[in-house]
């Protein structure tokens, strides 16, 4: 006995005079098989390409039996439209990794709009596909929707919901443990108080939204800007493989006819082969190295080049080598980086395509560097007045790309009793010259003739010793490469290996026991102090006000207690000005005894001449 299956067809009965003869059922097979694009014409008796009915739809089979698009070029105009041709020459680029996430939550249509509004040239988010088929943005590359920050009962991966229990998904605009976002009406707000533990983000300033679709965001940019939709998963937290996370998002983009502007981002070439297929440009993502200067290559280069792959976006923890090998080989390259406006350099230099940045706005400056443009986004108060993340308000842990590090340590963390940013104990982890740049002011337009001012309050003293702590500004650097001194021996400090940067800077400090002065870095890292001066021990609870006046030559900084005494100490010095300053805390320094204390900022602002 003979059995067969599909698409296998039998007949006969397998004696000598009527033998078994197997066939194929083309119509099944081909039917079956068929992707998108091509059909099975049983009249002919042909597996060829199906064109679309839609209205305005104009290619046809040519003279040749092949496609023709009749009309031939025909450029979009930049007015109309911005596909991924029209994107800026190397190193130009300047896209929005996940929503440009340092100001505002990875998955908010607030962060789309965001994004259009400052005119970035790719908006990168994450996305997968839901249980039923349907692409869904998510936050981060796990595809999980959280209960801690949403409506639902229960942490879920998205694949495992349908589309229309995530759609009606009503989100917080903050992080889990922030307040319950300010709406009128909701019973769980206390209007009176308006408590807000950590603040950053939006805080109190948006509306609570619903878990977005992919389609929902496809039709917010709608060729305003190339669309990143980035599939690929976390490979530790991620309950499905890739595969089916990039099935919705392609659905989506070839519902919206956005292939023009639209890149799907994966991990892996055969995914990106699919993409390809789709008739969607493909960009690869690999996964971050664990330590910096990681000199392996994800991917062999001849690898992507036979697959035809054009894009992939790389860490800025790679070494240069990697980044070379790829665009020697023809590959458009983008850097993941820290926001650092220094970055740009480093891009030039290897001369890829561009960079994705948390801060995109800061890292392409106030419209000075004219390839990059710009708006422009100093400002006159400080930006945790509004619960808010200021532009370029950045420290060592972005340089870690850890944007959500706990303690508050990158957001605008803030009192209800008052405002002005939480510096915590144990911020620094111990370390030197752990400081938060103060992008919303830099680069200031006048480095050799400024005025800064700023106030200062222990909440808390450090216990172990009151000459060690100290709180201050790092100022006159020429670059806003981080100054934090990062461990090079120390895995548990700096488990990524973060190179330290030679701190070329100056030094304007209160010490815990009063005493106020100015410190220089040499080019070759060594520190010298300026002047000093003794002042009464400062008082937990109590601001003083701080000015720093820099000329040409000199350098003056004075304290004003709370009972209006001033203190001051002046250096003539004229090694350093630099465009860019930090607020800086120190707890405790190499093998000291820890120190923790609880310190906060406010009214920080500078003016030139």
């Given at each position: 006995?003979?059995?067969?299956?599909?698409?296998?067809?039998?007949?006969?009965?397998?004696?000598?005079?009527?033998?078994?003869?197997?066939?194929?059922?083309?119509?099944?097979?081909?039917?079956?098989?068929?992707?998108?694009?091509?059909?099975?014409?049983?009249?002919?008796?042909?597996?060829?390409?199906?064109?679309?009915?839609?209205?305005?739809?104009?290619?046809?089979?040519?003279?040749?039996?092949?496609?023709?698009?009749?009309?031939?070029?025909?450029?979009?105009?930049?007015?109309?439209?911005?596909?991924?041709?029209?994107?800026?020459?190397?190193?130009?680029?300047?896209?929005?990794?996940?929503?440009?996430?340092?100001?505002?939550?990875?998955?908010?249509?607030?962060?789309?709009?965001?994004?259009?509004?400052?005119?970035?040239?790719?908006?990168?988010?994450?996305?997968?596909?839901?249980?039923?088929?349907?692409?869904?943005?998510?936050?981060?590359?796990?595809?999980?929707?959280?209960?801690?920050?949403?409506?639902?009962?229960?942490?879920?991966?998205?694949?495992?919901?349908?589309?229309?229990?995530?759609?009606?998904?009503?989100?917080?605009?903050?992080?889990?443990?922030?307040?319950?976002?300010?709406?009128?009406?909701?019973?769980?707000?206390?209007?009176?108080?308006?408590?807000?533990?950590?603040?950053?983000?939006?805080?109190?300033?948006?509306?609570?939204?619903?878990?977005?679709?992919?389609?929902?965001?496809?039709?917010?940019?709608?060729?305003?800007?190339?669309?990143?939709?980035?599939?690929?998963?976390?490979?530790?937290?991620?309950?499905?493989?890739?595969?089916?996370?990039?099935?919705?998002?392609?659905?989506?983009?070839?519902?919206?006819?956005?292939?023009?502007?639209?890149?799907?981002?994966?991990r892996e070439i055969q995914n990106a082969t699919t993409v390809r297929n789709q008739g969607i440009e493909p960009i690869m993502v690999p996964l971050r190295p664990a330590t910096w200067g990681d000199a392996t290559l994800p991917y062999p280069v001849a690898d992507l080049t036979a697959a035809g792959i054009e894009w992939i976006a790389l860490s800025s923890r790679y070494a240069d080598s990697v980044f070379t090998a790829y665009k020697d080989a023809g590959l458009q390259v983008l850097m993941r980086g820290t926001s650092r406006q220094s970055e740009y350099a480093r891009?030039?230099?290897?001369?890829?395509?561009?960079?994705?940045?948390?801060?995109?706005?800061?890292?392409?400056?106030?419209?000075?560097?004219?390839?990059?443009?710009?708006?422009?986004?100093?400002?006159?108060?400080?930006?945790?007045?509004?619960?808010?993340?200021?532009?370029?308000?950045?420290?060592?842990?972005?340089?870690?790309?850890?944007?959500?590090?706990?303690?508050?340590?990158?957001?605008?963390?803030?009192?209800?009793?008052?405002?002005?940013?939480?510096?915590?104990?144990?911020?620094?982890?111990?370390?030197?010259?752990?400081?938060?740049?103060?992008?919303?002011?830099?680069?200031?337009?006048?480095?050799?003739?400024?005025?800064?001012?700023?106030?200062?309050?222990?909440?808390?003293?450090?216990?172990?010793?009151?000459?060690?702590?100290?709180?201050?500004?790092?100022?006159?650097?020429?670059?806003?490469?981080?100054?934090?001194?990062?461990?090079?021996?120390?895995?548990?400090?700096?488990?990524?290996?973060?190179?330290?940067?030679?701190?070329?800077?100056?030094?304007?400090?209160?010490?815990?026991?009063?005493?106020?002065?100015?410190?220089?870095?040499?080019?070759?890292?060594?520190?010298?102090?300026?002047?000093?001066?003794?002042?009464?021990?400062?008082?937990?609870?109590?601001?003083?006000?701080?000015?720093?006046?820099?000329?040409?030559?000199?350098?003056?900084?004075?304290?004003?207690?709370?009972?209006?005494?001033?203190?001051?100490?002046?250096?003539?010095?004229?090694?350093?000005?630099?465009?860019?300053?930090?607020?800086?805390?120190?707890?405790?320094?190499?093998?000291?005894?820890?120190?923790?204390?609880?310190?906060?900022?406010?009214?920080?602002?500078?003016?030139?001449?």
């Amino acid at each position: 006995m003979l059995e067969v299956e599909a698409p296998l067809t039998k007949e006969g009965n397998g004696s000598v005079a009527v033998p078994w003869l197997l066939g194929v059922d083309k119509d099944s097979l081909f039917g079956d098989i068929a992707g998108s694009g091509l059909t099975w014409d049983k009249g002919t008796d042909k597996l060829q390409v199906c064109l679309s009915r839609d209205t305005g739809n104009s290619l046809r089979f040519g003279a040749d039996g092949c496609l023709y698009a009749p009309g031939g070029e025909t450029p979009v105009p930049d007015v109309c439209a911005r596909p991924i041709e029209s994107l800026p020459a190397a190193p130009n680029v300047v896209g929005a990794s996940d929503l440009a996430g340092l100001m505002g939550p990875y998955s908010s249509p607030y962060q789309v709009d965001y994004c259009l509004a400052e005119g970035y040239d790719i908006v990168h988010f994450h996305t997968c596909t839901t249980s039923d088929g349907v692409g869904v943005v998510t936050e981060y590359s796990d595809h999980i929707i959280s209960a801690g920050r949403s409506s639902l009962y229960l942490t879920q991966d998205a694949r495992q919901m349908t589309a229309a229990t995530i759609q009606s998904t009503l989100n917080y605009a903050g992080d889990e443990n922030d307040p319950r976002t300010f709406q009128w009406g909701d019973d769980d707000v206390d209007l009176t108080k308006r408590k807000d533990r950590r603040g950053g983000w939006y805080g109190w300033l948006a509306q609570r939204y619903y878990q977005p679709l992919a389609s929902d965001f496809l039709r917010k940019i709608d060729a305003k800007s190339v669309a990143l939709l980035d599939c690929s998963p976390d490979p530790e937290r991620a309950a499905y493989p890739e595969s089916d996370a990039i099935i919705g998002p392609m659905r989506d983009v070839l519902a919206h006819c956005a292939q023009s502007w639209s890149m799907i981002g994966v991990r892996e070439i055969q995914n990106a082969t699919t993409v390809r297929n789709q008739g969607i440009e493909p960009i690869m993502v690999p996964l971050r190295p664990a330590t910096w200067g990681d000199a392996t290559l994800p991917y062999p280069v001849a690898d992507l080049t036979a697959a035809g792959i054009e894009w992939i976006a790389l860490s800025s923890r790679y070494a240069d080598s990697v980044f070379t090998a790829y665009k020697d080989a023809g590959l458009q390259v983008l850097m993941r980086g820290t926001s650092r406006q220094s970055e740009y350099a480093r891009v030039s230099a290897l001369g890829i395509r561009g960079a994705l940045q948390y801060d995109p706005s800061y890292y392409r400056g106030p419209g000075t560097v004219p390839g990059l443009g710009g708006h422009g986004y100093r400002m006159e108060y400080d930006p945790w007045e509004h619960r808010r993340m200021g532009t370029g308000q950045l420290s060592f842990q972005t340089d870690q790309q850890n944007v959500l590090a706990s303690g508050g340590h990158v957001r605008g963390r803030t009192e209800d009793a008052e405002q002005g940013l939480i510096l915590p104990s144990g911020w620094g982890d111990g370390r030197d010259r752990a400081g938060v740049l103060c992008g919303w002011e830099c680069p200031m337009t006048s480095p050799t003739a400024y005025t800064i001012k700023l106030d200062l309050k222990w909440d808390s003293l450090g216990a172990a010793s009151g000459a060690v702590a100290r709180m201050g500004l790092l100022f006159g650097a020429v670059t806003d490469a981080d100054l934090y001194s990062w461990p090079q021996d120390d895995p548990t400090l700096n488990p990524t290996k973060k190179p330290a940067e030679v701190p070329n800077v100056y030094r304007a400090f209160v010490r815990q026991n009063g005493e106020i002065g100015i410190g220089v870095f040499a080019a070759d890292g060594s520190y010298t102090l300026l002047a000093t001066r003794t002042a009464p021990a400062v008082v937990a609870g109590e601001w003083n006000s701080y000015e720093l006046n820099v000329t040409a030559t000199q350098l003056t900084f004075t304290r004003t207690a709370a009972n209006g005494t001033k203190y001051t100490v002046t250096a003539a010095d004229s090694t350093w000005r630099g465009p860019y300053f930090w607020v800086e805390k120190v707890e405790s320094i190499d093998g000291s005894a820890n120190n923790g204390f609880n310190g906060m900022v406010r009214n920080v602002s500078y003016t030139s001449g």
